[in-house]
């Protein structure tokens, strides 16, 4: 039996929180381990998805593309709305810079901890500007799974100061950022949106780059990374931000912002997972108490759904359509 697109729109989101602390733990190594500054890592990053986004549009309308597979949609370089793709390109970018800034001099998990008061604003921006009906279960699922977060990092409190700011811009960017889809994506291919927001997020960071080598501040100027190790991270970087970011999109427009904003938090499970693996940060009792949590939040939300997109709706009924888990 087939899963309908609200629980295809789960698992592609899922896949896509699995591997974007990958690319926030490259991030925190370059600028601590390599004194690249946040600013010029943000650039190469999207420099590097730009890259690889051209190249991949480029193959697939390739004569040889064309013959294997001739009736399969392809992505375009130019989008239907542009200038709407630029704007989410600049909060995309916007917040990766600031988000890694907040990383170099916050431990990865407590600045991640911070950012995901971003799921919540999702929410809220959805119902206020898409009209997604938030039922009681998604709100209370998304409290648990927030209280969760918290257990697996255990933030102290003297990080929300000025310094826990930047991941809460960047949570509010990024929340902005994954409702356009939902609006403005219907038509538009997964591949092109992630050109323009490459695009964007280049030309954000650049102008940042030339106001920080004028005011001279550090974070913000222009430092070139060396051969070897650096330039690797920055193509991992770049690969995974594509891959993750067109799997949101996808999935984002497959299901309303409002069902699918508690999977975020799976997130955490795998920033933890890295964070011990590259900073030696093993989680406490308590943590995995959180981490239960946060995967029987996600578990919970899932089959509900899948639920609800499976039951057969009564005949006759004028309700009777797929259902888009918006009935709770």
């Known amino acids: 039996m087939q899963s309908g697109p609200v629980v295809r729109a789960m698992v592609l989101l899922v896949a896509a929180m699995a591997l974007i602390p990958l690319m926030d733990a490259a991030a925190k190594s370059l600028s601590t381990n390599y004194d690249l500054a946040p600013a010029s890592i943000g650039f190469g990053r999207f420099a590097a998805q730009f890259v690889f986004v051209f190249l991949g549009i480029a193959l697939s309308r390739s004569i040889l593309a064309q013959r294997i597979q001739p009736d399969r949609p392809r992505p375009t370089l130019l989008p239907m709305r542009p200038f709407i793709h ?177 999977f975020s938090y799976l997130e955490i499970v795998s920033a933890t997972i890295f964070g011990y693996l590259f900073f030696n940060e093993f989680p406490g009792g308590l943590q995995w108490v959180g981490i239960s949590i946060v995967v029987a939040t996600g578990l919970f939300i899932f089959f509900r759904e899948r639920t609800l997109e499976l039951r057969p709706a009564p005949v006759g009924d004028a309700r009777a359509a797929p259902t888009t888990g918006l009935d709770d």
């Open 86 to 262: 630029l704007v989410r390109g600049a909060l995309h970018g916007g917040g990766s810079m600031i988000f890694f800034v907040a990383v170099k001099y916050m431990p990865l998990a407590d600045t991640i901890a911070v950012f995901f008061i971003e799921p919540m604003l999702l929410l809220a921006l959805s119902a206020v500007f898409l009209g997604d009906h938030v039922g009681w279960p998604r709100r209370i699922a998304s409290v648990i799974g927030f209280c969760g977060a918290l257990l697996v990092v255990q933030p102290g409190y003297e990080l929300f100061g000025a310094v826990a700011l930047l991941p809460l811009l960047a949570a509010l960017m990024f929340a902005t950022y994954l409702l356009i889809p939902r609006r403005y994506g219907a038509g538009e291919h997964p591949v092109t949106m992630q050109l323009w927001s490459a695009t964007g997020g280049m030309i954000t960071i650049g102008v940042c780059i030339v106001i920080g080598e004028l005011v001279g501040a550090f974070d913000y100027r222009l430092t070139l990374p060396n051969l070897g190790a650096e330039i690797a991270l920055l193509a991992l970087m770049g690969v995974v931000s594509t891959v993750a970011h067109i799997t949101i999109v996808i999935a984002y427009q497959l299901a309303p912002a409002s069902i699918l904003a508690p």
